[in-house]
């Protein structure tokens, strides 16, 4: 289209060198994705690394690595519904910050010829931001969280010739054989006050207890209670609350749920058993599930 002649560049073959040129040549990082979709925006992240400052709408990984005074950003959130005049007003305000405030910022040079807060920009980007967006970062991370975790718990499985490993299969054999006659004995006895329709009031107990024949799996069978609040129309998760083990009598067991409601308004609430062993990792491990 002739209005973007000489005014919007396609850049063929983009690959490392071409980058660096980019990043070496310019002193703000524009990125203006639709929101929500932005998947990352990685170049932004690279940027930030080589001392550019980025100006960008909050979306993708600039949602999280924004700071003030370290960058700039418009607000995550739309205005408009219909994306031309989303466009339109976020086209405004990128021209109205850029007039108002990062140019001025740029200008505004000192007699060595540059810009004392322009340059404080930048050491706040590098110190606050930067290290946040590092391969070492990702590194710790992956190890904290996943990679020592998973080493440790393989070793676990794999002592004395999968001890561990046998037991946890055996375990969920016997479970899977039994399910079917797992079941709630009865019906889940709900506080009085709860049988008053869904109603519930700041500081009352929720309270239900629920009898269930275990199928000879004692207490590998748990039960919780999963509550969901009404907002704005509609059924919103709330919480899971686990039951406490009451009474015992042969292969019934009597399970409690107390949940003290600390927020006004309106809940709905089911129940469910499932299988649990200290053993597993995660309750995903072996997603059987009732619900009652
Ligand atoms: C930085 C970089 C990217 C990522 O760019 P985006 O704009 O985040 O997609 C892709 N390719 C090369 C060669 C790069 O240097």
Redesign the pocket.
Known sequence: MPQFLGKIIFLEN???T???RL?TGVDIWL?TPTRPLE?????????EMNGLLNFSVLDGWWYEGYRKGAGWALTAKRSYTDQGQQDRLDSATIYSMLENEIIPLYFAKNSKGYSPEWIQYIKNSIAYIAPNYTMSRMMHDYFDRFYNPEASRAKELKANNYAAAREIVEWKENVAARWNDVNLVGEVELSEQLNTPNASSENMTFSATLRVNTAGLGRSIQVEAVAYKDEDGESKFYKTIPATIVAEDGDVITYKVDYKVRHSGIYRYSFRIYPWNDKMAHRQDFAYMKWV
Do not use: C, L, P, R
Not at 39 to 47: D, H, P, Q, V
């Open positions: 983009y690959d490392m071409v980058s660096k990043i990125n998947a990352s925006g990685t170049s932004g992240e690279k940027a």
